[in-house]
C-alpha cells in the first residue's frame, strides 16, 4: 500500500527557505504509475495546489508560486522534496505531499515567524 | 489562473441524495480537467473519493458516484449517511497544475 510521509522543519524564519521532503513506501516515486503533487492548506485559503510532478521528471508549479518553489525527486532514496524561499507568514500551512489518485501523506505544520 | 467553484454548503437529510458540483472559470468542465474528488473529515487527511470524473477506488462507498453534469463536474451522494457528513473538494488540472476548490461542507440532518 502506497504510504507517505513528510519531513521537515516546523519553524522557518521570514525570508528563509522552506524546505519539506516526502518519504515514499509502497511505490516508487519513479514510477508512471503515479503523479505526485505538493498541496498546503491553511484556514483562510483553503486547499492550493503547489506543484505537480510526472513521470520522466515533468513538473507544472502553481503560477502564483513558480518564482519561488522547487519540487524534485531523489529515486535513490524514493523520496520527493519542496523549497520554498523567501517565506512570509503567508506561507504558514500544513504542508502534503500527496500521489493524488491514491493517497496524501499526513502532512505537516510549518509556521513562518521569527 | 482558473477559479473552481463549488457550493459552499449542502445539506441532505438521511438516506437521502445530493450532488455537489465543481465549475471552472474558464469554461465546461471536461475530461481533460481528470476532476477529482476528495472528502476531508475533521482531524483526518483528505481521502480521494473520486478521480478522473468518474472512477472509483475500492475504498470508496458505493453510494458515492461521480459524473460530467451541465457543463460541471459532479459528486452524486445517494442514501446519504451519517459518516457522510464532512467537507468534500473538487480538483481540476489546467495544462499540469491543480486548482482546488473552495470546498462543500456536506451537513447530513
Known amino acids: 500500500q502506497l504510504q507517505l510521509q513528510e519531513s521537515g522543519p516546523g519553524l522557518v524564519k521570514p525570508s528563509e527557505t522552506l524546505s519539506l521532503t516526502c518519504s515514499v513506501s509502497?511505490?516508487?516515486?519513479?514510477?508512471?504509475?503515479?503523479?505526485w503533487g505538493w498541496i498546503r492548506q491553511t484556514p483562510g485559503k483553503g486547499l492550493e495546489w503547489i506543484a505537480t510532478?510526472?513521470?520522466?521528471?515533468?513538473?507544472h508549479y502553481n503560477p502564483s508560486l513558480k518564482s519561488r518553489v522547487t519540487i524534485s525527486a531523489d529515486t535513490s532514496k524514493n523520496q520527493l522534496s519542496l523549497k520554498l524561499n523567501s517565506v512570509t507568514a503567508a506561507d504558514t500551512a500544513v504542508y502534503y505531499c500527496?500521489?493524488?489518485?491514491?493517497?496524501w501523506g499526513q502532512g505537516t505544520l510549518v509556521t513562518v515567524s521569527s | 489562473q482558473a477559479v473552481v467553484t463549488q457550493e459552499p454548503s449542502l445539506t441532505v437529510s438521511p438516506g437521502g441524495t445530493i450532488t455537489l458540483t465543481c465549475g471552472s472559470s474558464?469554461?465546461?468542465?471536461?475530461?481533460?480537467?481528470?476532476p477529482y474528488w476528495f472528502q476531508e473529515k475533521p482531524g483526518q487527511v483528505p481521502r480521494t473519493l473520486i478521480f478522473?470524473?468518474?472512477n472509483k477506488h475500492s475504498w470508496t462507498p458505493a453510494r458515492f458516484s461521480g459524473s460530467l453534469l451541465g457543463g460541471k463536474a459532479a459528486l452524486t451522494l445517494s442514501g446519504a449517511q451519517p459518516e457522510d457528513e464532512a467537507d468534500y473538494y473538487c480538483?481540476?488540472?489546467?495544462?499540469?497544475?491543480?486548482?482546488f476548490g473552495g470546498g462543500t461542507k456536506l451537513t447530513v440532518l
Open positions: 500527496a500521489a493524488p489518485r491514491y493517497q
Open positions: 510532478m510526472y513521470c520522466g521528471g515533468n513538473i
Open positions: 478522473d470524473a468518474t
Open positions: 474558464s469554461g465546461a468542465v471536461t475530461s481533460g480537467h481528470w
Open positions: 509502497g511505490g516508487s516515486v519513479s514510477s508512471c504509475a503515479y503523479f
Open positions: 480538483l481540476l488540472f489546467y495544462d499540469g497544475v491543480g486548482v
